[in-house]
Antibody, heavy 123, light 112 residues
């Protein structure tokens, strides 16, 4: 059974960089056909897709966040990471990692999700 | 720009059925969507994919009480024999070239 587990800093100061890691078990991030995404949910609000990395190492990001986001992978540790720079209070959210098949050049169905981790941006 | 529209809330009685709707914006009526359930204080769980013709493919372990269907630009999630644990937020989601990934605003389901 595939499992994803987010970890990282729960409190980040404004203007600093948010860093999170998603550890994957029960499957390999290097296996073809699947992309690995980050999705966030501000308190009391809906879901927002941040971006993904594909097994080839290619990435794509939500245009609204693209200038501040970097997603990378560490195949030796079977994990992938998110960095979001210049954070503000608006970036306070629960951050989820998830797996999806690729379809039409995009992650399609998110069939496995992590449990999420709350990141608060505050001084 | 593709937008997915969901009613903010819905309610139904224990043991009854409820049909949740996700509406694709004009010009995007052929898109496949996915439904996700988010129980209180938990991460989302994938329920199923619903195609334009109403066919659907459920995720692992999703009970038969959950089904999907389509009509035009609307995609539906029907939950029958409602149980207390079905009280949750339900999100629809789609994807494609240029639009990348889009989520609906979610429907909060209350089981009375």
């Amino acid at each position: 059974q595939l499992q994803l587990q987010e970890s990282g800093s729960g409190l980040v100061k404004p203007s600093q960089t948010l860093s999170l890691t998603c550890a994957v078990s029960g499957g390999s991030i290097s296996s073809g056909g699947y992309s690995w995404s980050w999705i966030r949910q501000p308190p009391g609000k809906g879901l927002e897709w941040i971006g993904y990395i594909y097994h080839s190492g290619s990435t794509d990001y939500n245009p609204s966040l693209k200038s501040r986001v970097t997603i990378s992978e560490d195949r030796s540790k079977n994990q992938f990471s998110l960095k979001l720079s210049s954070v503000t209070a608006a970036d306070t959210a629960v951050y989820y990692c998830a797996r999806a098949e690729m379809d039409l050049g995009s992650p399609s169905v998110f069939d496995y999700w992590g449990q999420g981790t709350l990141v608060t941006v505050s001084s | 720009q593709l937008v997915l529209t969901q009613s903010p809330s819905a309610s139904a009685s224990l043991g009854a059925s409820v049909k949740l709707t996700c509406t694709l914006s004009s010009g995007h009526s052929t898109y496949t969507i996915a439904w996700h359930q988010q129980q209180p204080e938990k991460g989302p769980r994938y329920l199923m994919k619903v195609n334009r013709d109403g066919s659907h493919n459920k995720g692992d372990g999703i009970p038969d009480r959950f089904s999907g269907s389509s009509s035009g630009a609307e995609r539906y999630l029907t939950i029958s024999s409602l149980q207390s644990e079905d009280e949750a937020d339900y999100y629809c989601q789609t994807w494609g070239y240029d639009i990348r990934v889009v989520f609906g605003g979610g429907t909060k389901l209350t089981v009375l």
